[in-house]
């Protein structure tokens, strides 16, 4: 049976039976898919608990190590109880389909954050790495192997605490001191030892750990070329650079990583104790703005070591002094500032995408063309003009509030409704508190709180501000980088890369990222669909649609004559004749 057939009678389902339990579970969003499975919520009718739903048709079972697979991905993660380990909360099957119940993690997965942000800053792959190692000690002691640890496998939850999953490779070690002989992992993780056939233990778990260090830090894979081939000569012969900007701690742990002798390799424990991870600063958290944008680490107590990188490790520090009288001595950062803010890349792929008139082609949609792991973390949700006098305010999605002033400077308040982000004129940052920030920016805080009122008054059925709240560590917000109104629709163009366009006449929204190559567009009706720029290529999508990214092929390519004709001045926003009153939406 074909994966077309297969996607269609999944697509079919409304409802799951375990039968066994008599518990009905209610099919709800599509997460994804991968292999032979396709992951929806599912959600428990008497709880409304919901589940990542792993789906898998009995077709694609049909060989016996295909029943033995699933049977030993099952037993294996089953046995599992960690706090960094997906959790797993049972299986059944009915007469198509067997389902696994999984702890949904909303947040996707290291991946996701990797397209985005490429390099992470140290602060965070510590606090990732910390997590994972806590995940990968309780394997090996459990006698499961992992065998394919990648950034892909690394799941967030809410708070971005990392959750091991996917074991559809793990094994046991039965007997002590047993080498393994299948081949098998990802490429870009995949130990010398697997490609060797020479046998192999948990040390491939340590191997991939490295790569995933290196990975987050210098933000691509050690053994990365264009081709398999290159990429397997690589591993064997050990042949990675380690770039100069990489401080000597971490430049050591990854070199004991990535020890060819899988014998000479330190265990979880070991790395746990490691210099990287024990003299550095690790934030006891991390913000859901850092997804997508650098967090800032205000008040880290850092080591000397972290202070030789102020800049790659902690973005800026804060110290605040006489709170009272709001005067605080800020350590400014120059804000993310790519040469052309990722336009000619949004460019390059638009015009590869309308190229093919998508429109014309007849995809079969079995309601999976779509990709919601690259839906944005940051889109605008609410917008007020009025640049007559002040300039553009404008709410994003997780409710924190922006203002891009007339005089080119940026002020922004976080979904906590305490913490404070100022930009000037040059995109350097600097960050406060609502109850705490310079002197200087009174009124532009004032007009912040104005505006941000305004929109809650107008635009939003709940009220504003629920008090003041505690500062949310580590929150650096994408920005509005420029905006600019037609008689269709007004442009919108965050820091992090995103054009977002709003069209007027239907309110409809279309939302474009490149560094996902994706494009979500939210309809009349407010649903909200995600869309690869590739798929969209190669089996087409709805005239709607097509007729959206024609228009935005064309707003793109006058932000870039803009760019390129303002070089000095990068953030001034075109406007059209002022208004006399707020223009909102």
Same mark, same amino acid.
């Given at each position: 049976?074909?994966?077309?057939?297969?996607?269609?009678?999944i697509?079919?389902?409304k409802w799951a039976?375990?039968?066994?339990?008599?518990?009905?579970?209610?099919?709800?969003?599509f997460?994804g898919?991968?292999?032979?499975?396709?992951?929806?919520?599912l959600?428990d009718?008497?709880t409304?608990?919901i589940?990542?739903?792993?789906?898998?048709?009995?077709?694609m079972?049909?060989?016996?190590h295909?029943?033995?697979?699933?049977?030993?991905?099952?037993?294996?993660?089953?046995t599992?109880?960690?706090?960094?380990?997906v959790?797993?909360?049972?299986?059944?099957?009915?007469?198509?389909h067997?389902?696994?119940?999984?702890?949904?993690?909303?947040?996707?997965?290291?991946?996701e954050l990797?397209?985005?942000?490429?390099a992470?800053?140290e @602060? &965070? %792959? +510590?606090f990732?790495? *910390?997590?994972? !190692?806590?995940?990968?000690?309780h394997?090996h002691?459990?006698?499961?192997?992992?065998?394919?640890l990648?950034?892909?496998?690394l799941?967030?939850?809410?708070?971005?605490?990392?959750?091991?999953g996917?074991?559809?490779?793990?094994?046991k070690?039965?007997?002590?001191?047993?080498?393994k002989?299948?081949?098998c992992g990802?490429?870009n993780?995949?130990?010398?030892?697997?490609?060797g056939k020479?046998?192999?233990?948990?040390?491939?778990?340590?191997?991939?750990i490295g790569?995933?260090?290196y990975?987050?830090?210098?933000?691509k894979p050690?053994?990365?070329t264009?081709?398999?081939k290159d990429?397997?000569?690589?591993?064997?012969?050990?042949?990675y650079h380690?770039p100069?900007?990489?401080? @000597? &701690? %971490? +430049?050591?742990?990854? *070199?004991?990583? !990535?020890?060819?002798?899988p014998?000479?390799?330190?265990?979880?424990?070991?790395?746990?104790?490691?210099?990287?991870?024990?003299?550095?600063?690790?934030?006891?958290?991390?913000?859901?703005?850092s997804l997508t944008?650098?967090?800032?680490f205000?008040?880290?107590?850092?080591?000397?070591?972290?202070a030789?990188?102020?800049?790659?490790?902690?973005?800026?520090?804060?110290?605040?002094?006489?709170?009272?009288?709001?005067?605080v001595a800020a350590?400014?950062?120059?804000?993310d500032d790519?040469?052309d803010?990722?336009?000619?890349?949004?460019?390059?792929q638009?015009?590869n995408?309308?190229g093919?008139n998508?429109?014309?082609?007849?995809?079969?949609?079995?309601?999976?063309?779509?990709?919601?792991?690259?839906?944005?973390?940051?889109?605008?949700?609410?917008?007020v003009?009025?640049?007559?006098?002040?300039?553009?305010?404008?709410?994003l999605?997780?409710?924190?509030?922006?203002?891009?002033?007339n005089?080119?400077t940026?002020?922004?308040?976080?979904?906590?409704?305490?913490?404070?982000q100022?930009?000037?004129?040059?995109?350097?940052?600097?960050?406060?508190?609502?109850?705490?920030?310079?002197?200087?920016?009174?009124?532009k805080?004032?007009?912040?709180?104005?505006?941000r009122s305004?929109?809650?008054?107008?635009?939003?059925?709940?009220?504003?501000s629920?008090?003041e709240?505690?500062?949310?560590?580590?929150?650096r917000?994408p920005h509005?980088?420029?905006?600019?109104r037609?008689?269709?629709a007004?442009v919108?163009?965050?820091?992090?890369?995103i054009?977002?366009?709003n069209?007027?006449?239907?309110?409809?929204?279309?939302?474009?990222c490149?560094?996902?190559?994706?494009?979500?567009?939210i309809d009349?009706?407010?649903?909200?669909?995600?869309?690869?720029?590739?798929?969209?290529?190669?089996?087409?999508?709805?005239?709607?649609?097509c007729?959206?990214?024609?228009y935005?092929?064309?707003?793109?390519?006058?932000?870039?004559t803009?760019?390129?004709?303002t070089?000095?001045?990068?953030a001034t926003?075109?406007?059209?004749?002022?208004?006399?009153?707020?223009?909102?939406?």
């Open positions: 049976m074909s994966s077309k057939l297969n996607a269609a009678t697509l079919d389902l039976f375990d039968e066994s339990k008599n518990k009905k579970y209610k099919k709800g969003k997460l898919k991968g292999g032979f499975a396709h992951c929806y919520e959600i009718v008497d409304n608990t589940y990542a739903g792993k789906i898998v048709p009995k077709t079972l049909t060989k016996p295909q029943r033995e697979k699933m049977t030993m991905e099952i037993e294996i993660h089953r599992l109880s960690h706090s960094n380990i959790g797993f909360h049972g299986f059944f099957e009915d007469q198509n067997v389902y696994i119940l999984l702890e949904l993690c909303r947040r996707r997965s290291l991946m990797h397209k985005r942000r490429k992470v800053t @602060p &965070e %792959a +510590r990732y790495l *910390k997590q994972i !190692l806590l995940a990968v000690k394997l002691e459990q006698k499961v192997i992992h065998r394919d990648k950034l892909g496998n799941f967030l939850n809410d708070d971005l605490e990392v959750k091991v996917d074991f559809g490779l793990a094994t070690v039965e007997i002590e001191g047993e080498r002989r299948t081949l990802t490429p993780y995949i130990a010398p030892e697997v490609l020479k046998g192999h233990s948990y040390e491939v778990d340590i191997w991939s790569c995933i260090v990975t987050l830090l210098v933000g050690p053994f990365e264009e081709s398999l990429t397997y000569q690589r591993i064997k012969r050990n042949e380690i100069s900007h990489i401080n @000597p &701690e %971490a +430049r050591s742990l990854i *070199k004991r990583l !990535l020890r060819s002798d014998s000479s390799r330190p265990t979880a424990g070991d790395i746990l104790r490691d210099p990287f991870l024990t003299a550095g600063f690790i934030p006891a958290k991390l913000p859901p703005s944008t650098a967090p800032h205000k008040n880290a107590h850092l080591p000397p070591s972290s030789r990188h102020p800049l790659a490790q902690v973005n800026s520090l804060v110290t605040e002094t006489n709170v009272a009288a709001r005067k350590t400014p950062v120059l804000a790519p040469a803010w990722h336009l000619h890349s949004l460019l390059t638009l015009i995408c309308v093919t998508p429109s014309e082609k007849n995809p079969t949609d079995y309601g999976e063309s779509e990709d919601p792991a690259s839906m944005p973390i940051f889109w605008v949700s609410k917008w003009d009025y640049s007559d006098k002040y300039g553009l305010g404008y709410q999605c997780d409710t924190s509030v922006g203002v891009l002033f005089d080119s940026r002020l922004l308040l976080g979904s906590d409704e305490a913490s404070v100022y930009i000037n004129k040059d995109l350097a940052e600097e960050f406060y508190t609502i109850s705490a920030y310079s002197e200087s920016l009174y009124k805080v004032t007009l912040l709180k104005y505006f305004y929109m809650s008054e107008h635009l939003l059925k709940a009220g504003g629920a008090g709240r505690p500062v949310e560590e580590g929150v917000l509005l980088r420029t905006w600019f037609t008689r269709s007004i919108l163009h965050l820091s992090n890369g054009m977002q366009i069209f007027f006449q239907d309110h409809t929204k279309i939302i474009i490149p560094l996902m190559s994706a494009v979500s567009y009349e009706s407010k649903n909200f669909h995600t869309y690869k720029l590739s798929m969209i290529e190669k089996y087409g999508c709805s005239k709607d649609i007729n959206r990214l024609k935005a092929k064309t707003m793109c390519e006058r932000l870039i803009k760019l390129d004709s070089p000095c001045d990068k926003p075109s406007v059209r004749t002022p208004s006399l009153a707020p223009v909102v939406s």
